[in-house]
Structure formats: structure tokens, C-alpha cells
């Protein structure tokens, strides 16, 4: 899999991790959970920020597909698709039980998630929260693909 540039400076640990997983509402959580399934799909041995952005797509496709309403299974696709041509397509995989890591584009995008849903004072992380997280994070495989396909818009405030 090919990785951008680890990010962001300052604190990554693990116990900043588990608060912002803690954080999470119902629908982060679902997107979180389908990013371990994509990277299962995928036989990856971490959970990476293009698992993010597909288990997002999954759960809440808008802030990429507010443009083409309607094509929301097309956008997903080409996501995909093109994920795939960075990453390998290996198929369909076994579920297999195993601890999955996150890489530190990822877990760089669940702790500033968290973080900016505190600083607005959001009793939890939200989906909207990752997908600001995610657009912001530069250099990660999730950013670069949505730029690849003239998907990631203006930069949200």
C-alpha cells in the first residue's frame, strides 16, 4: 500500500487513539467498524485512511456526492476503483480475527476529528467531523484519491 507522509505534529498516542474512539457517536462508530471490514476485505494488515474513506462512503456519502445526487453507487465505484490501482486489488478475503492497527494517517484522522468535535463543543464524534478530518489530511491515500478524481470540493470551514 502506498502511504503518504505520517501526520499530524504532536500527540498521537494510543491514549489520545482511544479517546477519540471513545468519542465516536452510533454513525462514526458504523463507519469505524466498516473500515475494519474493508481492511479485512482487502487482507490488509492495518486499517488505513482508505478504509476510512470507504466505510464513510458507506455511511454517509454526501459531502463527496452532494454534487451528483443520484450517482451515489457511481461515485462509490470509482472511489474504489481507483483506491484499488494504489493499493492492489486482492478481492474478497475470510474474516479473520486479528487486532488491525491504524496506520498514522489514520489514526491522525480519528484523533483531529475528535478534536475539532470538542473544540465546537459536539457532545461526540460524528461522521461530518471525520469527513473534515479526512479532507484536511494531506498526503493519506484517502486525500489523494477524492483529489485524483476532482472529488474533494472546496475545503469545508
Not at 52 to 62: E, T
Not at 65 to 79: D, F, N, V, W, Y
Not at 138 to 155: I, N, P, V
Amino acid at each position: 500500500m502506498v502511504a503518504g507522509p505520517p501526520l499530524p505534529q504532536g500527540d498521537n498516542s494510543v491514549r489520545r487513539l482511544a479517546e477519540a474512539l471513545e468519542s465516536l457517536d452510533a454513525d462514526a462508530k458504523r463507519t469505524v467498524a466498516l473500515a475494519h471490514g474493508e481492511a479485512f476485505r482487502y487482507a490488509s494488515d492495518v486499517i488505513s485512511s482508505a478504509h476510512l474513506l470507504l466505510g464513510l462512503m458507506a455511511v454517509d456519502p454526501a459531502p463527496v456526492t452532494a454534487e451528483m445526487p443520484g450517482h451515489e453507487q457511481l461515485l462509490s465505484e470509482r472511489i474504489r476503483i481507483q483506491l484499488e490501482l494504489y493499493m492492489g486489488a486482492w478481492g474478497q478475503s475470510p474474516a479473520r480475527i486479528v487486532h488491525l492497527a491504524y496506520t498514522p494517517h489514520a489514526r491522525a484522522i480519528l484523533i483531529n476529528a475528535a478534536a475539532h468535535a470538542q473544540q465546537v463543543q459536539s457532545a461526540s464524534t460524528t461522521p461530518a467531523h471525520l469527513w473534515l478530518a479526512l479532507r484536511t489530511a494531506e498526503g493519506c491515500l484517502a486525500t489523494r484519491t477524492l483529489k485524483a478524481l476532482h472529488l474533494l470540493g472546496a475545503q469545508p470551514s
